[in-house]
């Protein structure tokens, strides 16, 4: 299990979603069930995404958390576009938000590559030893 606290894409992910609650603080409260909620939802999903997928033992369902997350930052990103175009942020913090949104995608997606590239050298590791045990167990099984 990793610690996710030393991941510097979950500190950005984290950061942006403190930011994202405290801009929503002053939405209209006709918005509370709707996109309040939904930035929201969508900006503590990133970091909570890669906790979870943090936790996971294999490569491959590590990647699926950080796909989701990278789906979800996509969608804050959309969000907060539409907050400003309804007036509900000033395009300055809407921009500061933009802003904070494309360093934790630079950021999620350095990550993303660095664990694909673990991942297919692992898979290429277990299949070498495979093809190694099965080798050797034919050889051996020849011998007899």
Sequence with gaps: MRDYTKIETWKLADDLTVA???????????????LTSQLRRASYSVPANIVEGSSRESKKDYLHFLYISRGS???????IHLSQRLGYLSAQEADVLIG??????????????????????F?????????????GMARWSSSL
């Design 20 to 34: 994202v609650y405290e801009h929503t603080r002053l939405f209209p409260k006709e918005e509370i069930y709707g």
């Design 73 to 79: 930052l996509s969608e804050t990103q959309y969000f």
């Design 100 to 121: 904070q949104t494309r360093q934790t995608f630079a950021c999620l997606h350095g990550l993303i590559k660095a664990v694909e590239r673990e991942a297919g050298k």
């Design 123 to 135: 898979n290429k590791m277990i299949a070498t030893v495979t093809s190694l045990l099965v080798l």
